[in-house]
């Protein structure tokens, strides 16, 4: 197995960036890049810490992540798991990049920067859903922002409804869970879940 190792190495093999995948790299939000914020209903988190590194999906109508100005996004925290894994890491290491993600759209919109956790009365209150506030919000100072073209969404045929897949053809989730919980209800669990999830998402 050759690995490469370096970054002279890598250079070699790719040469230099094109020059419009540098120009489209900014420290701010411009006017289409908060466009695109706008419209996506869902954005992954990524952030490290020294207990690990963290990728997490953000989900609510488009939107709801929050364009205080065009260096600064809120982005409310809603009900989940409580691992609150990225959330740890944020306050050991508040770099952080963002991943916004547009339903039929083949480009996506990545964000660097540092985040902040809030719980400011009025800030929280900016993201209720019906009178239900999020425990938290994470605010992200933009450091760069930049976008991908759609070649990986092209050659993945994510929007393709011909390539999705039906739900019964992967293991549910209370089988996933079964699997490293001995003893584990999944029946039981796979039952009820539709229900849970509706009456906690906010």
Known sequence: MTLLTSAEALRAIYGEP?????AKEITFL?????A???ASPFVILASSGPDGIDCSPKGDAAGFVQIIDERTLAIPDRPGNNRIDNLLNIVADPRVSLLFIVPGVGETLRVNGRAQISINAELLQRFAVANKLPRTVVLISVESAYFHC???????QLWDPAKHLPRGTL?????MIAAVW??????TYDRDLPARVKNSLY
């Not at 094109?18 to 540098?22: D, K, L, Q």
């Not at 001995?182 to 029946?187: I, T, V």
């Open 18 to 22: 094109n020059p419009r995948s540098v």
């Open 30 to 34: 411009n006017e289409p890049y908060q």
């Open 36 to 38: 695109f914020v706008k």
């Open 150 to 156: 759609s070649k990986s969404v092209v050659r993945s």
């Open 171 to 175: 293991p549910s989730a209370g089988d």
């Open 182 to 187: 001995e003893g584990f209800d999944s029946k």
